[in-house]
């Protein structure tokens, strides 16, 4: 009989050596994501692992199941406590090691394993730890998964049996980069700044562009868990910004940068202008929709409006579907509608057969703006870049809130802004065009200028964005006009960016 996870314990005592702890707000949309000693300890996690072999034999899923860790101090511990649970409950596990995430998720279709746990907390700052699941490959688990997910774990309700397995799968690595790199090289000599700070993409990304014909300057690739000197996580703009700076002192064609555990990829073009990932994916969408004319593609409610108004994609035949932010609820959307590609302004890039498997790799993208620069050789990312219509956005922001209240401030601002929709009011100065509520809430002006609030499905944040095809000054009157709202909710702290 297995303890009942308790939702706080105080470090250095008997207790939490032998109580499992389990935060119950951890239990996120798609995935898990808890403050290492703070809301999970070791024994929490072998909790976890138990419950989701319970999960697995309740989905009737093979036994199965692919594990690997991020470059953080703390993963490996983590990810064999999980490992411990797994096996408890009858799970076979094959473990890759020191890994990507999307090296996880190609594990199981290289080695045929439906299930997948990768002990990640992504772009979070060092103090978390979190685990990205799936039963069903390319997909992870949506809410309904990570719901029942929270119930076994939180109620004990674990169906422990015997035969859990471990096995080490040797030099994995290798094996996951020659899948990458068994293609043509590029033509043009393409000049590559690669930033990884410091994270688990600087043990994998400069070879594989190497491979491919790229002439690689790296930056801060080498391995280092404290992230001297920033989060790897190519949203952030201090991260940007050292990469732009680099591009422009190494006279660099682009420069790409990779989060903390490689699903992502973050881009600036050769005049050292940081190029928001939505942007990109209108650029990727063009190129590739003049191969595959009628595609569709699937994109975030953060996202430019540019996928339904750029004359290009129009002229293509381009199908845009907005969709929920997230990577589980993309990638669903992708597969589900066999889409092309989807694309999310945090970078999180899905591209399907036959670019792709259907999940999220940074460094797939990063073959794919190689791609692009080399069929456009007589162009410049910046030129790629000046051809789209003009827009003016901001960078992800993310005020503070905390996880027990987030939800329902969000629902306060979306009924506030159905309030003054309902009257004919006005935000910004204009009436409301449109109010997309399938995530939080995108409000749509006369001009098409809009704001997006959502709150953060992995940490405790609100997430805010604002366009507009207009003008700068337009985007910061939407922007104090939404800002305005979220200040009627006392629960919201500051920002970590804003304009």
Known sequence: MFPKPLPSLTPNTYDYESLPMVKPTGFREYDARWLFQKEINLMGVQALGMGLGTLIHELGVRPEIITGHDFRGYSSAIKYALVSGLMAAGI????????LSPMAYFAQFALDVPAVAMVTASHNDNGWTGVKMGANRPLTFGPEEMGRLKEIV???????QP??????VENFAA????????????KRRLKVVAACGNGTAGAFAPQVLEAIGCEVIPLDTELDHTF????????????LHAIADKVRETGADVGLGFDGDGDRCGVVDNEGEEIFADKIGVMLARDLSALHPGATFVVDVKSTGLFITDPVLR??????????????????????????AGFEKSGHFFFNAPIGRGYDDGLVTALAVCDMLDRNPDKSMADLYRALPRTWGTPTMAPHCADEIKYEVVDRVVKRFESVKAG??????????????VNGVRVVAEDGTWGLVRASSNKPELVVVVESPVSEERMRE??????????????VGAYNQTI
Do not use: C
């Not at 002229?315 to 990577?327: L, R």
């Not at 922007?479 to 909710?489: L, Q, S």
């Open 163 to 168: 035969g859990g397995t471990y096995e080490f």
């Open 315 to 340: 002229e293509n035949g381009v199908k845009a579907d907005y969709w929920k932010t997230g990577h589980s609820y993309i990638k669903r959307r992708v597969t589900e509608l066999n889409a092309l």
């Open 154 to 160: 939180l109620s004990a309700a674990f169906r422990l």
């Open 228 to 239: 001297p000197r920033y989060n790897p996580n190519p949203e952030d703009m201090k991260m």
């Open 92 to 99: 076979r596990v094959k473990d890759i090691g020191l890994a």
């Open 175 to 186: 094996r996951y980069i020659a899948d990458l790199t068994d293609r043509p090289k590029i």
């Open 424 to 437: 004919g009011g006005a935000v910004a100065g204009q009436k409301i065009r449109d109010l997309v509520t």
């Open 478 to 491: 939407m922007f104090k006009a939404v800002d305005g709202v979220i200040r009627e909710n006392p629960e």
